[in-house]
């Protein structure tokens, strides 16, 4: 009896984590409150995340169903009803399973009137057409975007949208090489493999505990998916180079430069006091916080007085790369979030170029996968900057377009990644 009343309790928390997220709150941040709260759970994760990334098409298949909408305060139950839904689907529960739990956490959640209802739109939903059409799992106006960007390929991105991300690791390669942290891997019994197009990536081939894996805790290797972990070679920092990270925390790019060019000298500047906070504990665990100048400061209204030979402008964007990761991105990004994330990101563009010498490189990256963030910005800042020009470069995958490389989600195992290389004519 205690054992069904904590899996109750379980699915009970994983009904609030999801209704916060339905409420407009970041799945990471709804996580780790609920996490540090009481402590990390795999069902909760499971139940949680799963449902995220599927909740457009569960909510399509809940909502009409409902003679009424719940109350501000209920929207527990509606999370416990998608949730139920969701282990119906898409984790193979036996649909009588899926609803008993569902509606037993009613009583964990102090609502027990609210059986009946959960019950029947349960039953009633987990007998409707459980076709999985990926089209209907995203907003509308991002899927007529990615049919207009990518005529080609924008099912695969769909489609890639809604897989698990693989979780994937950088080996600081300047202090183990990547085939001996794998048999360090091997040892613990931890299964990975290389990369096949990134030197520094390792990817697990099963989820686990970041900070339990060998090496994590001396700096040895950091979470960074294989795409993110060509910024640092694309930039090439070399030895007495002055090199800006801007828009830099988390910090994983920027400890990937400091340990890539131990003798830059590298400033890491971000926006966000709370982020920079993760910025300084990244770099110190990665053991090169020392090297590092960090900066609190919004660059996109202030200026720089430094000059710099290197400049990351890892941009603010949509993020429509990394939705695999983030699904939460599906229901709270807006298409009229784009403007002014354009103008943001052309900002940037133009007051760093201020401070890149003359014969210098600055990379431009974002997370998206829309032309207007990407090809489109670069070819505008191109036109508008005489003194500019793209350095192109090749890449054994993702594509070319007209300026810039770009990845689309899963390609080669990675994220949807968009980089341009620009160089200032001396």
Not at 90 to 95: E, I, L
Not at 343 to 369: F, H, K
Not at 391 to 399: L, Q
């Amino acid at each position: 009896m205690a054992e069904t009343r904590h899996a109750l309790t379980l699915r009970a928390r994983a009904a609030h984590v999801v209704a916060t997220v339905l409420a407009g709150r970041a799945l990471d941040a709804a996580l780790d409150e609920d996490r540090a709260q009481h402590g990390r759970h795999g069902l909760v994760e499971e139940l949680v995340i799963g449902t995220v990334r599927h909740t457009p098409r569960l909510l399509a298949a809940a909502t009409p169903l409902l003679k009424r909408p719940f109350r501000k305060a209920d929207q527990d139950l509606q999370a416990l009803i998608l949730i139920g839904l969701y282990q119906a689907r898409f984790m193979a529960t036996p649909t009588p399973v899926a609803v008993s739990e569902a509606v037993a956490a009613t009583e964990a959640l102090g609502k027990p009137w609210a059986k009946a209802v959960v019950n029947a739109v349960l039953r009633a939903a987990a007998k409707g057409d459980a076709s999985a059409r990926d089209d209907l799992n995203h907003p509308e106006w991002l899927v007529a975007r990615l049919k207009a960007a990518w005529p080609d390929a924008w099912r695969s991105i769909l489609a890639a949208n809604d897989e698990r991300a693989p979780l994937t690791l950088r080996v600081d390669t300047k202090r183990i090489a990547r085939t001996e942290y794998l048999q360090r891997l091997a040892s613990a019994g931890v299964s990975a493999h290389a990369h096949p197009l990134v030197g520094t990536a390792v990817v697990l081939d099963h989820g686990t505990q970041v900070p339990g894996l060998p090496g994590f805790g001396e700096g040895l290797v950091s979470v960074q998916d294989a795409a993110a972990q060509l910024a640092a070679p694309l930039l090439a920092a070399g030895a007495g180079d002055a090199v800006l990270d801007a828009c830099a925390a988390p910090g994983g790019k920027t400890g990937h430069i400091a340990q890539s060019a131990p003798e830059a000298h590298v400033t890491a500047v971000d926006n966000d006091p709370a982020r920079v906070a993760r910025l300084r504990q990244t770099v110190e665990r990665l053991g090169c916080g020392a090297r590092i100048r960090v900066l609190t400061q919004d660059l996109v209204s202030d200026t720089l007085a430094d000059l710099f030979q290197r400049i990351l402008i890892d941009a603010p964007c949509s993020a429509t790369g990394v939705i695999r990761r983030h699904p939460d991105i599906k229901l709270h990004r807006r298409a009229s979030d784009l403007p002014p994330l354009r103008l943001a990101q052309a900002r940037l563009l133009d007051r760093l170029w201020q401070n890149l010498t003359p014969g210098g490189t600055m990379v431009y990256a974002t997370c998206s996968v829309l032309p207007e963030e990407n090809e489109d910005q670069i070819l505008e800042f191109l036109e508008r900057t005489p003194d500019a020009r793209e350095e192109p470069w090749s890449f054994g995958a993702g594509r070319c377009g007209r300026a810039g490389w770009q990845f689309l989600p899963g390609e080669a195992g990675m994220d949807g990644f968009y980089y341009a290389r620009l160089v200032r004519r001396p």
